[in-house]
């Protein structure tokens, strides 16, 4: 929210979605990427739970008895966990075909943001638990294990995209490349492709007999190495764990409109001076310098609690203040 780039939908083109920024090998466009895939792994798979073909029940992962922890009030495992193992296969199938540029950079970028998006999802299922017992006393606790939020799985995302890691392409993959255009890039750009699939109602097959990559020879551990490492050679290839990207952004690419990307800008955007995060109104604003707006506003006041059992407020006019990029 208070990045210069704020994730915004592209309305005036109903296939771009969040633009053809998306094109550039950018911090941005990984997380988007990684998003995405972990977006298709956590639908799928709750979606199991509804008896989804060839995605049965399917609890593998689970903690034994043994390795509970001996303290806590007695639970028991009951039912179907969110089947991450299958969603994950999925999302695997149906987004890594679509990167079909050979060993190019770009291509390998965005297969391992997508793995970096499903591992996100796998690593933090969550457990959760319903009472039983008489008058709540809570004497039994039934679990199971259910994919994160959205909310959660956008912020883990977020924390990567802070610290992604830029790469270059290992030289030792071969290079018998095809050149690419940006037209040749807007045509295999995995996500303008899905949406065009939504807008268009296709229906993607994805194969069910098989754990095999479809239509792609690509490793499924992309060789990059990092433009940035120690000196010992520790830690040159990226892990799961990291976002990577390969084009260095300009600090002004997302300051002001760029229809051809589908940039916005950030003038007219709401900053706060006094806050010591990106939001600041001097980052925010580009040092474009901002506009103070003030006005009177109501909010809730002098609260009350009634028995039983509700909150009672009166509405009282504040002063309030408003700064805006110029």
């Not at 079909?100 to 690593?123: D, K, P, Q, S, W």
Request: proline fraction near 4%; hydrophobic fraction near 30%.
């Amino acid at each position: 929210r208070g990045e210069r780039w704020n994730c915004s939908e592209v309305l005036s083109d109903k296939n771009a979605l969040f633009g053809n920024v998306l094109l550039k090998g950018v911090p941005e466009t990984a997380f988007v990427y990684a998003l995405v895939s972990a977006s298709v792994v956590r639908a799928v798979s709750e979606a199991c739970l509804t008896s989804l073909r060839n995605c049965p029940c399917n609890n593998r992962g689970r903690e034994t008895h043994e390795e509970r922890d001996r303290d806590v009030v007695n639970w028991q495992w009951q039912g179907c966990d969110h089947n991450i193992h299958y969603g994950r296969k999925f999302g695997r199938r149906l987004l890594d075909p679509l990167e079909t540029g050979g060993f190019h950079i770009r291509f390998l970028m965005n297969l391992h943001n997508y793995r970096v998006g499903r591992r996100v999802v796998a690593e933090n299922m969550q457990r959760y638990c319903r009472c039983h017992g008489t008058s709540g006393s809570c004497t039994l606790k039934t679990c199971y294990r259910r994919t994160p939020s959205m909310r959660l799985i956008g912020n883990e995302l977020k924390a990567k995209y802070e610290k992604a890691a830029q790469v270059m392409r290992d030289n030792t993959l071969p290079m018998n490349l095809d050149h690419h255009t940006s037209r040749d890039f807007s045509r295999g750009n995995s996500i303008i492709q899905l949406n065009r699939w939504n807008n268009q109602r296709t229906l993607r097959e994805v194969d069910h007999n098989s754990l095999l990559y479809r239509n792609s020879a690509l490793p499924r551990q992309p060789s990059l190495l990092k433009v940035s490492f120690d000196r010992s050679g520790h830690d040159q290839r990226p892990t799961t764990q990291e976002l990577v990207f390969y084009e260095q952004p300009s600090p002004e690419l997302f300051c002001d409109p760029n229809p051809h990307l589908h940039i916005l800008g950030t003038r007219g955007r709401a900053c706060n001076s006094t806050s010591p995060g990106r939001d600041n109104c001097r980052s925010l604003c580009c040092s474009r310098g901002h506009r103070t707006h003030r006005y009177y506003g109501l909010e809730n006041c002098e609260c009350k609690f009634i028995w039983c059992c509700r909150v009672e407020c009166q509405k009282c006019l504040v002063l309030k203040t408003q700064e805006t990029c110029m």
